[in-house]
C-alpha cells in the first residue's frame, strides 16, 4: 500500500485534564501517514486521484485548535475519523499526536498516542 507522509503538524491548543490544560494553549504536534493506492494520481498526475495535502492540514487544524478533549486518545480517534470520512481515496490512517510540555515531572522530549484506523 502506498502512503502520504505528513510529519510535525504543528498546533497551539488546549488538551489535557488539568484545569491549566484546558485555559492555556500548549504545543501539540501531529504525525500522519495516509495510506491508499497512489498510481493513477502519479500516471495522470491528477490533484483529485490522490489526497490534498492542504486540506488535511486545515481539517486537522480545525479539530485540534477548535476543540478541546481530555485524552490525546480521543484527539487522534477524531482526526483519524474525520480524515477517513473526508477522503473516499483513503484506506487507512496512522495518526500520531504527541504533548512536548505534557504535565509529567521528569525529562522527555514528548508523550504522545498513536492509532491505525481502517475504513
Sequence with gaps: MD??????????????????EKETPQKFLVDLDLFLNLRAAAESDDLALTVDYDK????????????????????????????????????????QVSKPDAPVKGNFDYIAVKIRREK
Design 3 to 20: 502512503k502520504i507522509i505528513a510529519r510535525g503538524l504543528e498546533f497551539q491548543a488546549c488538551h489535557g485534564l488539568l484545569p491549566a
Design 56 to 95: 488535511v492540514f486545515h481539517l486537522v487544524e480545525n479539530i485540534v485548535e477548535k476543540q478541546s478533549y481530555n485524552l490525546l486518545e480521543t484527539l487522534a480517534e477524531k482526526i483519524a475519523a474525520t480524515l477517513l470520512d473526508s477522503f473516499a481515496a483513503l484506506q487507512a490512517v496512522e495518526v
